[in-house]
């Protein structure tokens, strides 16, 4: 069936610098992306969407990516600080939010 | 304070019994989720709720049961049949708003079998 994976389980990366989370998707149906942030022992917190019509959108210090061409999705963390230490996860919904597709996260652990 | 909330944080079960997870929410949303967390994987929906006295199979519903009485709550309960149960159990509510994509998470209830 569809389903959303990622390429990196774990990124490393020192604290100021930039961090890239990249996300493959599988379903070009899809009309909305979405990245999730789960800290240890608590619920996924909303980061930022994105809609299939659009390839690029930016929040507070992240940016979000979308290339339809190769079905990929990356969120960019500018000056990652050791707050955004957690798991992120990508998912992708069509139809409803109920059909909304989780990938497996990656984890980001930022260095100080 | 406006938010969704979990109980019991930590449950154990014995083989056998059933237990029911306690979902709240106070964000006046009509829909309302459960998903199971294992370990490396993503989240895998059971059972949504887009309206009061209504529920809809996710992915996962065999072996537990839900119910809808009042719009702020959605209690899970996770039956004998479900032969892997111990798992980290995340309920969530979102707007049905047109566009809409924002779901809003409690802090999640794990379950051990013991």
């Known amino acids: 069936g569809e389903n959303v994976g990622l390429h990196l389980p774990t990124l490393s990366v020192q604290e100021g610098d930039n961090s890239i989370i990249n996300c493959a998707y599988s379903?070009?149906?899809?009309?909305?992306f979405i990245w999730y942030k789960q800290e240890s022992g608590k619920g996924p917190q909303f980061i930022i969407d994105?809609?299939?019509?659009?390839d690029k959108r930016q929040g507070q210090r992240v940016t979000v990516l979308l290339n339809k061409t190769v079905k990929h999705l990356s969120l960019q963390i500018a000056a990652t600080q050791p707050g955004d230490s957690a798991v992120y996860f990508c998912?992708?919904?069509?139809?409803?939010?109920?059909?909304?597709?989780f990938g497996t996260g990656t984890k980001l652990q930022v260095i100080p | 304070d406006g938010g969704i909330t979990q109980s019991p944080k930590y449950l154990f079960r014995k083989e056998g019994q059933n237990v029911t997870l306690s979902c709240e929410q106070n964000?006046?949303?009509?829909?309302m989720y459960w998903y199971r967390q294992d370990p490396g994987q993503g989240l895998r929906l059971i059972y949504y709720?887009?309206?009061?006295?209504?529920?809809q199979k996710g992915d996962i519903a065999e072996g537990y049961s839900v119910s809808r009485e009042k719009k702020e709550s959605f209690p899970l309960t996770v039956t004998s049949a479900q032969k892997n149960p111990t798992a980290f159990y995340l309920c969530?509510?979102?707007?049905?708003?047109?566009?809409?994509?924002?779901?809003?998470f409690g802090q999640g209830t794990r379950l051990t079998v013991v």
């Open positions: 964000l006046n949303h009509d829909a």
């Open positions: 379903n070009s149906a899809s009309d909305y």
């Open positions: 994105i809609r299939s019509n659009m």
């Open positions: 998912a992708e919904t069509f139809g409803g939010y109920q059909k909304v597709t």
């Open positions: 969530a509510s979102s707007s049905l708003f047109p566009g809409n994509t924002e779901a809003f």
């Open positions: 709720s887009q309206i009061v006295n209504d529920f």
